[in-house]
Nanobody, 126 residues
Framework: QVQLVESGGGSVQAGGSLRLSCAVA?????????MGWFRQAPGKEREGVAA???????NYADSVKGRFTISKDNAKNTLYLQMNSLKPDDTAMYYC???????????????????WGQGTQVTVSS
């Protein structure tokens, strides 16, 4: 089982920033993996936020384009999500996910990922 551990969540005011991290346990290299960030607010379905292909290409949900940036450090085996200009609608539990790439694009479909972290809460107040 691949272990993913998120951190960096917290409470911020609207307009603020947070940086989420997802550390992947050794034994599973993220250098060629596809990885993604997802979020789930109470009463809502889990939705894709951003994804990064093994080749570095990225994909974003329209709601976060221009505000969020997904990146990874292969040497540290860690995935990141830089979140700027946060809005109350960004409030959710954020999860990272990983799996081998099965397509040429960075997929933001939860069913494409078998490995998940436990989540980190992000709360944005107005």
């Amino acid at each position: 089982q691949v272990q993913l551990v998120e951190s960096g969540g917290g409470s911020v005011q609207a307009g603020g920033s947070l940086r989420l991290s997802c550390a992947v346990a050794s034994g599973y290299s993220i250098s060629t993996a596809c990885m993604g960030w997802f979020r789930q607010a109470p009463g809502k379905e889990r939705e894709g936020v951003a994804a990064i292909h093994g080749d570095g290409r990225t994909n974003y949900a329209d709601s976060v384009k221009g505000r969020f940036t997904i990146s990874k450090d292969n040497a540290k085996n860690t995935l990141y999500l830089q979140m700027n200009s946060l809005k109350p609608d960004d409030t959710a539990m954020y999860y990272c996910a990983a799996d081998r790439c099965r397509s040429a694009i960075a997929i933001m479909y939860a069913g494409a990922y078998n490995y998940w972290g436990q989540g980190t809460q992000v709360t944005v107040s107005s």
